[in-house]
């Protein structure tokens, strides 16, 4: 597999940190692409495939219930969980991404919108069964990662889960450019409280050079 070119999205990243607007990149690197998925690093046009191998451990015979996909980018993940889901809610930042979104999946029972992952909508809260994070978190600068991760977490209802993939480093690795790469305990611990780890990965994906993955399942506490 080719590098990806991040260097635009690397560049906006900074000029929005420096403006004091930390998520405005993101609809400028869509309108950018013009229509053009090969414009946006992480749009590879197919589910995630490390969402996809957790997809595939799950029981076939019963549903993921109303899930809440966080990023949504181009919808990939989102139109992969509706076929395993009673509902899915996916959202993006980006007004952008959305319309492409609607666009490429017109006929989709996805319900897409535009939001805020640091200030969701109050009706969101334990309103799903399963949130699913891919690669949210590790493109949010590290001291907005906290807030981002408990915004999150309160969407998940009495008993649900929570799926979260990310980059990871280790603690004497440099941070790097955009994207940020987590530490294992940094992924670890951002759901808690309320959540509890109920699993976690660490491994070297496929591709080439492989890249450090983490993935992990968390658990909210059932209802009383």
Not at 49 to 78: F, I, T, Y
Not at 122 to 127: P, S
Not at 187 to 196: I, V
Request: charged share 25%; aromatic share 8%; proline share 9%.
């Amino acid at each position: 597999m080719s590098p990806v070119d991040r260097s635009t999205a690397r560049r906006l990243a900074k000029e929005a940190l420096a403006a004091g607007e930390p998520l405005a990149w993101f609809e400028r690197l869509y309108a950018l692409a013009d229509g053009q998925a090969a414009a946006i690093p992480w749009a590879d046009l197919a589910p995630n495939p490390h969402l996809a191998a957790w997809m595939e451990r799950q029981p076939r015979d019963r549903s993921l219930g109303r899930v809440l996909v966080v990023g949504c980018g181009l919808g990939d993940d989102a139109e992969a969980l509706a076929r395993r889901a009673d509902r899915v809610v996916a959202f993006d930042v980006s007004a952008t991404a959305v319309a492409w979104c609607l666009q490429r999946f017109s006929r989709s029972t996805v319900r897409y919108v535009v939001a805020d992952v640091l200030t969701p909508p109050a009706e969101w809260r334990a309103a799903f069964d399963l949130v699913v994070e891919v690669y949210t978190l590790q493109v949010l600068p590290p001291e907005l990662r906290r807030q981002a991760a408990q915004a999150m977490a309160a969407a998940v209802a009495p008993g649900g889960r929570l799926l979260a993939v990310a980059r990871g480093r280790s603690a004497q690795d440099p941070l790097g450019e955009m994207p940020w790469p987590l530490l294992p305990e940094e992924l670890s611990n951002a759901f808690s409280p309320p959540l509890m780890r109920c699993s976690f990965e660490d491994f070297l994906d496929q591709e080439s050079p492989p890249v450090r993955r983490l993935r992990a399942e968390f658990q909210g506490q059932p209802s009383a």
